[in-house]
């Protein structure tokens, strides 16, 4: 493989690992602007230089965010594009955006609007997303202002009484639509509030002055299972019954979020019900790869950098914890090691230095098929000691590699733009849900130089085909 091959490889690679780990919020060790100007940087640098990986992106499990700022860029410049290149980023944005939350879609609206994007394509993306949600009504309750901007931005006709309620709200006495008439009767009569979803009803409900317990009561048959979830906390607070959700439906990095949310007594009380949901979620995330990748050894941060930032709280303890239990799926024999803790993995909690070279020492004397590392990379405890660790065993202990090695990070280093990597020779790939690993262990090898460009463009080019044929056959 030639240099700038290799240079293109390691910078696509950097890119997919920013863009699955970043969000843009404070980190335990960088700021939030210092996230958003590093990964704005890392944006534009790949979007000028390999537009069409750069679009290939959306078809890889990049977070919301990221896929958001994709689109837009795309759109945004899409006259630098060529006609076949608008072509095919047209589909790509077409089904991502089908894939994304309406409020992150209506998020990309906007920015297109403060922009001044509004060319035929782009009104007619919008145009199509629009017409193909399930309930325009509902999302002139929900997302009114974003559906407003939407339609006025992109000129759209909105369906029956959809626009009245958006432009002309005041002047019917009646909606015949359901939810149009209870948000028009809640401004005024309080019982109508509990028709309505929670994020609308929250609002009206302030206005009214209604009591939180009261509200949480009246509220609870509307819940979705991500507001049940949020609202666990403050039912228990406001001793409100029927906000509670079947744990074992939650997905596994969001469970494991929340079980570390709970005081440790509470956890330890509550062990076999969280410890049971958590396995069947990492139970549903394998799929047809449980059981099949051998003996399995994980290597598992939780230092008290694992604390996270205060708007990302426990996130990469959360993500350590939900692979622990997916890696005890997919493997037929695991064995899992924290670097402090001892003991149920469920009590674990964030505390010390990252002192991960003598844990790795502990994992690789196992002589597992495969080796997972969860961590953010700062190995202090001494500097540098898991990177000769990992050095002495490639080039003499295990140079045919029949020990399969990589590193998970959860944390974006605005500094490098790229995640923290322990050693040359070892994958380290981004990753913001455990639920993606097993994907993100296939992109490792592009990470460490042994899969040249080439073949890195025939692994897009082949994701992009599945997640079109994907996409476009739900549709």
Same mark, same amino acid.
């Given at each position: ?37 590093? $990964?704005? #940087? ?22 919301? $965010? ?7 860029? &795309? ?23 089908? @894939? ?8 990309? #609206?906007?920015?297109?609007?403060? %922009? /001044?994007?509004?060319?035929?394509? +782009? ?32 000129? &759209? ?9 958006? #432009?002309?709200?005041?002047?019917? *006495? ?18 109508? $509030?509990?028709? &309505? ?6 609002? %009206?409900?302030?206005?009214? /002055? ?13 819940? =979705? ?11 228990? *607070? ?14 596994? =990095? ?14 330890? *009380? ?37 604390? /996270?930032?205060? @708007?990302?709280?426990? *996130?990469? %303890?959360?993500v350590a914890l939900a692979t ?21 993995? &469920? ?9 991960? /070279? ?36 490639? =080039? ?6 029949h020990t399969s ?11 490098? #733009? ?9 994958? +380290? ?47």
């Open positions: 493989m030639s240099r700038a091959d290799r240079i293109a490889c390691e910078d696509v690679v950097m890119f997919v690992n920013a863009a699955i780990t970043s969000t843009a919020q404070r980190e335990f060790r960088s700021t939030a602007a210092a996230q958003r100007l590093s $990964l704005d #940087f890392l944006h534009e640098y790949v979007l000028g230089n390999y537009r069409d990986l750069y679009a290939a992106t959306l078809a890889l499990d990049v977070n919301q $965010l990221n896929a958001a700022m994709v689109v837009t860029n &795309l759109l945004r410049t899409a006259r630098e594009a060529s006609r076949e290149q608008r072509a095919r980023e047209g589909r790509l944005i077409a089904a991502r955006l089908r @894939t994304l939350p309406p409020q992150r879609v209506y998020g990309v #609206f906007r920015d297109l609007r403060r %922009l /001044g994007i509004n060319n035929r394509r +782009t009104r007619a993306i919008v145009r199509d997303w629009v017409a193909a949600r399930p309930d325009p009504a509902f999302d002139a309750v929900k997302y009114r202002r974003s559906l407003s901007v939407a339609a006025r931005h992109a000129h &759209l006709p909105l369906p029956g009484e959809v626009g009245t309620a958006l #432009f002309a709200w005041r002047r019917p *006495r009646r909606y015949e639509t359901p939810i149009l008439e209870a948000w028009r009767r809640a401004h005024y009569d309080q019982r109508a $509030l509990y028709e &309505l979803p929670y994020t609308v009803a929250e609002g %009206l409900a302030a206005q009214h /002055g209604i009591d939180r317990a009261r509200f949480l009561s009246g509220i609870a048959p509307r819940l =979705t299972a991500g507001e049940r979830l949020r609202l666990q906390g403050s039912a228990v *607070r406001h001793k409100v019954d029927g906000v509670a959700m079947d744990l074992a439906t939650a997905p596994l =990095t969001r469970l494991a979020s929340y079980a570390l949310s709970l005081p440790r007594p509470e956890r330890l *009380r509550r062990r076999d019900e969280l410890t049971g949901a958590l396995r069947a979620a990492a139970r549903r995330a394998a799929r047809r790869q449980a059981g099949t990748w051998g003996r399995v050894v994980a290597v598992l941060d939780d230092s008290y950098s694992a604390a /996270g930032s205060g @708007t990302k709280r426990r *996130r990469p %303890l959360a622990h239990y997916l890696l005890e799926a997919l493997a037929a024999d695991f064995t899992g090691l924290w670097l402090h803790h001892r003991g149920d993995p &469920l009590l674990v909690h964030p505390v010390g230095a990252t002192g991960l /070279g003598v844990r790795i020492l502990d994992a690789l004397e196992r002589r597992p098929d495969r080796l997972v590392i969860v961590s953010d990379g700062w190995d202090n405890d001494p500097p540098g000691q898991a990177a000769e660790v990992l050095r002495i065993w490639r =080039t003499r202990l295990d140079p045919d590699q090695i990589v590193h998970l990070n959860p944390v974006y280093d605005a500094d490098t #733009f790229d995640v923290r990597r322990l050693a040359d020779g070892v994958a +380290t790939v981004g990753v913001r849900d455990a639920e993606d690993a097993a994907a993100l262990v296939e992109l490792a090898r592009f990470a460490t130089g042994r899969a040249g460009f080439d073949e890195l463009r025939r692994h897009l080019a082949d994701r992009v085909e599945r997640f079109l044929d994907d996409q476009e056959a739900v549709s």
